[in-house]
T-cell receptor
Framework: GDSVTQMEGPVTLSEEAFLTINCTYT??????LFWYVQYPGEGLQLLLK?????DKGSNKGFEATYRKETTSFHLEKGSVQVSDSAVYFC??????????????FGKGTHLIIQP | DTEVTQTPKHLVMGMTNKKSLKCEQH?????MYWYKQKAKKPPELMFV???????INESVPSRFSPECPNSSLLNLHLHALQPEDSALYLC????????????????FGDGTRLSIL
């Protein structure tokens, strides 16, 4: 079955540091890939997405590139802020079977940004 | 603000109570989902509705009963829950297969935080 592996953390960085959160996946079909962010006490917000190989998703300074050859979708940001502190989930969706299906999530990475 | 609205935000109930969680979206999505999320864990899929029909039930105990009365609403009826059912319950919606491209993102509500006494 499909699976997503991501570094769990917590990851602690200083403000303005460079961020990378690694994510790799296994899937039988041709999935779409997503990064979601969850702030304390809230639901999940879509951060960015990529639907095919070599697509780059970007939003709010975050970027991730769909790498089919390495089955990866690493999240990066050049300069993090305290407000980026949250839990980040890498996820995939594979509807090649034809029906609506749930997302397959990684375990989540807790990011802590210190001033 | 999210485009998927869940009520109530918090719910405390005894093990013998009956209550319902509600979810509403007006994005025209025809796929709707219930997830359960325990602390420090990713969401776990419970149910999927596609075009108002239940298409996936992930072996959820019968004390959880979903209902999709129309294309905008999704309910989760609760009865005789156990303490281990305490969790954040998240609703999500997306375009269903046939509405557009495959694998469209799911949009989540802020959840209902459920505590079972």
């Amino acid at each position: 079955g499909d699976s997503v592996t991501q570094m769990e953390g917590p990851v602690t960085l200083s403000e303005e540091a460079f961020l990378t959160i690694n994510c790799t996946y296994t899937a039988t079909g041709y999935p779409s890939l997503f990064w979601y962010v969850q702030y304390p006490g809230e639901g999940l917000q879509l951060l960015l997405k990529a639907t095919k190989a070599d697509d780059k998703g970007s939003n709010k300074g975050f970027e991730a590139t769909y790498r089919k050859e390495t089955t990866s979708f690493h999240l990066e940001k050049g300069s993090v802020q305290v407000s980026d502190s949250a839990v980040y989930f890498c996820a995939l969706s594979d509807q090649s079977g034809g029906g609506a299906d749930g997302l397959t999530f990684g375990k989540g990475t807790h990011l802590i940004i210190q001033p | 603000d999210t485009e998927v609205t869940q009520t109530p935000k918090h719910l405390v109930m005894g093990m013998t109570n009956k209550k319902s969680l509600k979810c509403e979206q007006h994005m025209g999505h025809r796929a709707m989902y219930w997830y359960k999320q325990k602390a420090k864990k990713p969401p776990e899929l419970m149910f999927v509705y596609s075009y108002e029909k239940l298409s996936i039930n992930e072996s959820v105990p019968s004390r959880f009963s979903p209902e999709c009365p129309n294309s905008s609403l999704l309910n989760l009826h609760l009865h005789a829950l156990q303490p281990e059912d305490s969790a954040l319950y998240l609703c999500a919606s997306s375009q269903a297969p046939g509405q557009g491209a495959q694998d469209q993102p799911q949009h989540f509500g802020d959840g209902t935080r459920l505590s079972i006494l």
